[in-house]
């Protein structure tokens, strides 16, 4: 988890990544942002973000991009 705030705080400074719950909907992260945050999770973690993973829910909050990312390295 810390990996992932430490990525989302290099991306987005300013934010508390530790409580936010809404960043898609309220517009914390753009798409663009979204589409670097995965390059930057697929180094990090050594995973491939796919296209059925990239969906609002998945980047919503530090959690549920955690949470995406052990699924996939379960997956994998």
Not at 13 to 37: A, H, W
Not at 42 to 64: H, Q, V, W
Request: hydrophobic content about 40%; cysteine-free.
């Amino acid at each position: 988890m810390e990996t992932v705030i430490k990525i989302l705080s290099n991306l987005k400074p300013g934010v508390d990544f530790t409580t936010e719950k809404d960043l898609v909907n309220r517009q914390i992260l753009t798409s663009m942002e979204i589409m670097l945050l995965t390059g930057e999770l697929n180094d990090a973690f050594d995973i491939e973000i796919t296209l059925p993973y990239i969906i609002p829910e998945n980047f919503s909050s530090a959690e549920a991009i955690y949470d995406m990312v052990q699924r996939i390295e379960e997956d994998e």
